[in-house]
């Protein structure tokens, strides 16, 4: 990343650090059940990394169901509260410090890689298909549009997607490949939908 990359990035973990409540927060009830669009491509006892996981609601959601869940975040704070509830380690780490090798069934990616910019997403693409195993699953959520800014009333940076941008995020990633797009609304912000990426790491031949 570079440095305008980096300010943006740090700014943003900076903000979850300091305003993170772990008394208050978000109901679960109040959470869509956006795992519903993955569950499709698991089997029992996949491996699954929550990437971005803030304080655990997903990867919860997922050790409940029985996955085996591993989990980090950028924010110390949002791994602290995520480790207490999960009962595990969580890796207190950016995208690019993403350096598994094959060893996840599939990558949760919610709500998560739209805190980078579009021009460092195919490296944290690159890193998230060299984590997965072979034929592993991903699944990355954005709000939809070309917006791409600081977002002073959020405290974060945000990088909308569209199709044709994630297209492109991912033509110098060509192993993994878009298998499912599904759309909801934004209850928050009205005219403005979320757009879910369902991909597949494609299988190498010699």
């Known amino acids: 990343m570079n440095s305008e990359e980096m300010l943006y ?4 973990i900076d903000q979850y ?3 993170i409540n772990e008394n208050a927060q978000i109901p679960d009830d109040r959470y869509p059940s956006w795992e519903k669009f993955l569950l499709p491509y698991l089997k029992e006892g996949d491996h699954i990394l929550d990437l971005g996981c803030g304080t655990g609601h997903y990867s919860l959601v997922f050790q409940r169901l029985g996955f085996k869940v591993s989990a980090l975040d950028a924010s110390a704070a949002c791994c602290r509260i995520a480790s207490e509830r999960l009962g595990i380690p969580v890796q207190n780490l950016r995208f690019d410090q993403l350096s598994d090798v094959a ?3 599939a990558v949760w990616a919610c709500c998560s890689l739209l805190h980078i910019p579009r021009r460092a ?3 944290a693409f690159s890193r998230i298909a060299t984590a997965l195993k072979p034929s592993g699953y991903v699944y990355a959520s954005f709000m939809e549009g070309d917006e791409e800014e600081w977002r ?7 990088a909308n997607m569209t199709e044709e ?3 492109t995020v991912l033509s110098s990633v060509r192993i993994l490949q878009i ?8 209850l928050y912000k009205e005219g403005k939908q979320w757009i879910h990426f369902l991909m597949k790491k494609a299988c190498q031949t010699n």
């Open 165 to 167: 941008n994630m297209q």
């Open 121 to 123: 997403m195919p490296d």
């Open 9 to 12: 990035c740090q700014k943003t």
């Open 103 to 105: 060893l996840y069934d």
């Open 17 to 19: 650090d300091r305003n």
């Open 179 to 186: 298998i499912h797009i599904e759309r909801t609304p934004c």
């Open 152 to 158: 002073e009333q959020l405290g974060s940076f945000m």
